[in-house]
C-alpha cells in the first residue's frame, strides 16, 4: 500500500508539471523481437550510429551505473533487449535525463527512441536519445519468478509477465489450434458455429448450465456439445463440417476437469469410425512432430518438477482394443451381452463389488461399465490407445457394429491415460435414434443428471435423411497438456475457473454472476 500510494503521488506531480502520464500514443518502429532478429549480428561496442528505432516494452531491472549511466532490461513479445542510457545521447541534457529515469520504476511500461548497439559485455542493446513513460506499474512486481498456483492463475497477467514458460504455454496452444484448423480446411472442411444456449440439452452426458432467457421467459442450456446441430448441417448438404469452440458442463473441477473448456468437433459424410481413426493417428502425430520436433512426448504426469517422467509415443500406428473383450482379459469375467436387461446391471453391480470398484449412485448399467474401464482399462493406455466398441446403452448417438451385436462403431483415444478423443460411426435411423433417446431418458428419470433426453428437433431432421457419417471430438485443453508437459489443465486456460477469495467475495461474485447470465434481455 505504501508503494502504491507513492507511485501514485509521484503520477500526480508529474501531472501538475504538465507531462503526460498516460500517454494516447507512442510510434512504434519495430518489435523487440524483430530488433533481435535485424541487429543480433551487431558486435561487442558497435553502434547502427545511422539507424534510429523507436521501441515499446516492459522494464524489468533498472541498474545505475553512476549518475548518468543507466541500464534496464526491456522485455516485449517474448524477447529481451537491454536499454543503455548515457546523459550524453539524451536530447535535452542532463535535466531531461534526470527527469525521465527518475519517473519510471521497475514494471513500468516505456517507449524508447535510440540507436541499436552491442555493450561491451555483449548484450544487445538499444541507446536511447529519449525515453517516454506509457504506463506505470502501481504495484511492486516481485523480484523472482511467481511459484503461487492460486495467486499465477488468478492474477494470469502477472503470471505471464514474470514466467517466461507461461507465455510459452499458450504460444503453442495458439499453434495447434492453428494446425487442427489447417488440417481440416485442406481436407475440404468447413468451419461454422452453432449456438451456446439451447432450449434442452443435448449432444453429450454431462450436467448442464442452466441459465434464463428474459425476453423468451424461458430457461435456457449452456451448450454441452454442438455435436446434433452439426449433423443437421450434415443433413442440409454440408457434407464436411467443424467448430472449434467453448463446451460448458456443470461437473466437477480436477487436474483435467474445467466446467467451460475448448474441443474441437467434425462431421464427414461418406465416412466411418475406421475413416477417423487412421485420421486421428494422421493429425496428433503430424501436430507433435511439427510442435516438438519428435512423435515422442517427454511428460511429467505429477507435476514438471516431480521425478516420474513418461515418454508418449506417438508414431502411428496407435494400439486398439475392443472394450469389453478387453475388460473380460482384465477382469477374468464376462460381461452380460444383453446389457438392457436387469440382469446384466445386477451382474455389473457385482463385478464392481466383486473388483472393489466404486461407483457412486444411481447404478445404471452405462455408469457401472464406464467405471470398470476407467479402472481396468483406461489406466493402461500411456501411449496412445484406441478403446473401442462401446455397448449401445453407453452410446446413444452412434450406429451399431457391423459384426458386434449390442456394440457400437465408437471408440475413445486414450493418452496417459485421460480420454483426448470420441468418435464415431453416427446413428441415422431416426426410429432407432428415438428409441435410444427413449431409454437414455429412463436413466435420466432414475436420476442420473447427465443422461441424454429425447430431442425431437433432431429427430426430425434425420427424417430428412442424415447421409452414412462419422463424428469426431477432440479434447483441445488436455492435447495442449501433454504438447507443453503440464498436468494440471489450469496451467493450459488463460483463465480457470477459481473459488471466490472469501465469503464476501462470493457472496458478490454469486449476485454480479446471476445478473449477468440472466440479464440477457
Avoid at 191 to 203: A, F, L, R, W
Wanted: net charge negative; charged share 25%.
Amino acid at each position: 500500500a505504501q508503494y502504491l500510494q507513492m507511485r501514485k503521488n509521484a503520477l500526480a506531480k508529474m501531472e501538475l508539471a504538465g507531462v503526460p502520464t498516460y500517454p494516447h500514443k507512442f510510434n512504434v518502429s519495430m518489435s523487440i523481437p524483430e530488433f533481435v532478429s535485424q541487429f543480433s549480428s551487431l558486435e561487442k561496442g558497435a553502434c547502427a550510429e545511422q539507424q534510429v528505432v523507436s521501441v515499446a516494452g516492459r522494464l524489468y531491472s533498472k541498474r545505475a551505473s553512476g549518475a548518468k549511466l543507466v541500464f534496464y532490461d526491456l522485455k516485449a513479445d517474448g524477447a529481451k533487449i537491454q536499454v543503455m542510457s548515457d546523459v550524453r545521447r539524451f536530447e535535452g541534457g542532463v535535466d531531461a535525463y534526470m527527469a525521465a529515469h527518475a519517473q519510471v520504476r521497475r514494471g513500468d511500461l516505456v517507449g524508447v527512441t535510440g540507436v541499436p548497439g552491442r555493450s561491451n559485455t555483449g548484450e544487445l542493446s538499444i541507446l536511447p536519445t529519449s525515453l517516454m513513460l506509457l504506463s506505470s506499474c502501481l504495484h511492486m512486481l516481485p523480484k523472482r519468478n511467481l511459484k503461487d498456483p492460486e495467486t499465477r492463475a488468478r492474477q494470469r497477467y502477472l503470471d505471464l509477465m514474470l514466467n517466461e514458460r507461461v507465455r510459452d504455454t499458450f504460444v503453442t496452444r495458439a499453434k495447434a489450434i492453428q494446425y487442427l484448423r489447417r488440417f481440416l480446411d485442406e481436407r475440404g472442411f468447413l468451419e461454422v458455429e452453432t449456438p451456446m444456449m439451447n432450449s434442452q440439452p443435448g449432444g453429450a452426458t454431462a450436467k448442464p448450465f442452466i441459465t434464463r432467457h428474459n425476453e423468451l421467459n424461458l430457461d435456457m442450456y449452456m451448450r454441452i456439445a454442438p455435436e446434433l446441430y452439426l449433423k443437421m448441417l450434415v443433413v442440409g448438404g454440408l457434407d464436411r463440417v467443424y467448430e472449434i469452440g467453448r463446451n460448458f458442463r456443470n461437473e466437477g473441477i480436477d487436474l483435467t476437469h474445467n466446467p467451460e473448456f475448448t474441443a474441437c468437433e467434425f462431421y464427414a459424410a461418406y465416412w466411418d469410425y475406421n475413416d477417423l481413426m487412421d485420421l486421428t493417428e494422421t493429425l496428433l502425430a503430424g501436430m507433435v512432430r511439427e510442435l516438438t520436433g519428435s512423435y515422442v512426448l517427454r511428460y511429467h504426469p505429477d507435476g514438471r518438477d516431480s521425478e516420474r517422467v513418461l515418454e508418449l509415443d506417438f508414431t502411428p500406428p496407435f494400439r486398439r482394443v475392443s472394450m469389453v473383450a478387453a475388460l473380460e482379459e482384465k477382469l477374468g469375467d464376462a460381461v452380460p451381452r444383453d446389457l438392457a436387461s436387469d440382469e446384466a446391471n445386477k451382474a455389473l453391480v457385482a463385478l464392481c463389488a466383486k473388483h472393489n470398484v466404486e461407483c457412486k449412485p444411481p447404478l445404471t448399467t452405462a455408469r457401472l461399465l464406464d467405471k470398470l474401464v476407467g479402472e481396468f482399462l483406461e489406466v493402461d493406455c500411456v501411449n496412445p490407445t484406441f478403446i473401442c466398441d462401446h455397448p449401445e446403452i453407453m452410446s446413444p448417438l452412434a450406429k451399431s457394429h457391423r459384426s458386434l451385436p449390442g456394440m457400437t462403431e465408437r471408440f475413445e483415444l486414450f493418452v496417459c491415460g485421460r480420454e483426448l478423443c470420441n468418435a464415431y460411426t453416427e446413428l441415422n435411423n431416426p426410429m432407432v435414434q428415438r428409441e435410444r433417446f427413449t431409454r437414455s431418458a429412463q436413466d435420466a428419470a432414475g436420476g442420473d443428471d447427465e443422461a441424454m433426453v429425447t430431442d425431437e428437433d433432431f429427430c426430425t431432421a434425420l427424417e430428412y435423411g442424415l447421409p452414412p457419417t462419422a463424428g469426431w471430438g477432440l479434447g483441445i485443453d488436455r492435447l495442449i497438456m501433454f504438447l507443453t508437459n503440464n498436468n494440471s489443465i489450469k496451467e493450459v486456460l488463460l483463465f480457470p475457473a477459481m473459488r471466490p477469495r472469501d465469503t464476501a467475495t462470493a457472496t458478490t461474485s454469486s449476485s454480479t454472476t446471476a445478473s449477468v447470465i440472466t440479464g440477457l434481455a
